[in-house]
């Protein structure tokens, strides 16, 4: 995915993952890029799944989205090597990668992408960002989850019980890793009661065809816990916010969550 400058310390760290991977596993070729920016002062890539590539429109739209994404982190490059060029010696740059993944697909309609970034400028590590993207196919346009429930405002009783079930399931999780969660750091604070801070949201599969068995919540390093704990998704069943679905929510959601769909741990 980084086109050069393979000094960097992202490169170094998807290079030692690669060969912790089991020969046939990492020998699996790497998808190419479908729009990449190199210079001396960055490396940068936008990748859509092969799921996305089928849907021209989507894709399309992505596309658009990544390059704006490039083009603003190439400037800031730019203007940095520029004022700071002591920054980029032997060869560093900084780098940039976005990878959009389909997740799911209900009603025939709407089509759920996470969609992850690694950025490195320097610093002990990459810093990686999720986010999740709904798609209506009909509408051909990005959408929110608000019609999938009767209320969504701030600190309403909705996304109350959803941020609560997000976190129970988040702390579940820890528990299962090993992880004491105890400590004078809250790393729950930034999660609150508000549809752009309880969680990036997806529409996870279900064992009915062409439904949802609930919602995934997707939190990057740093959200719930310390960068070594890696990121977290965890599932919500869509009878925990059964109560607060309207109509539309109540059509595209049903059954349970399939077997081996839980997201491995990274």
Known sequence: MIASHRGSAISLALLLGLLLLSPPLAAAPKSAPDAAVTAKYIDA???LDAAIRTDAPLAENLLAEGKRWMEKNRAEAAKEFKASPE?????????????????SKVGGRYVSIVRTDYVYTGGAHPNTDIDTILWD???????????????????????????????????AEKKERGIDD?????????????LLKVGAVSLAPSTVADKSAGLDFHYPPYAVGPYAEGPYTVFVPWETFKAYLS???????AGNQPPGTKPERQ
């Open 182 to 194: 105890a400590g004078s750091i809250d790393w729950y604070k930034g999660i609150e009661p508000t």
């Open 247 to 253: 109509p539309q929510g109540l059509a595209i959601f």
């Open 45 to 47: 890539s936008v990748t």
């Open 87 to 103: 920054l980029f010696r032997d060869g560093r740059a900084w780098a940039f990668e976005r990878n959009y993944s389909q997740t």
């Open 137 to 171: 196919t009909e509408a051909k346009k990005q959408i929110s989850v608000r019609p999938f429930f009767k209320e969504t405002s701030d600190n309403g009783p909705t996304l109350k019980a959803l941020r609560a079930a997000a976190l129970a399931a988040v702390k």
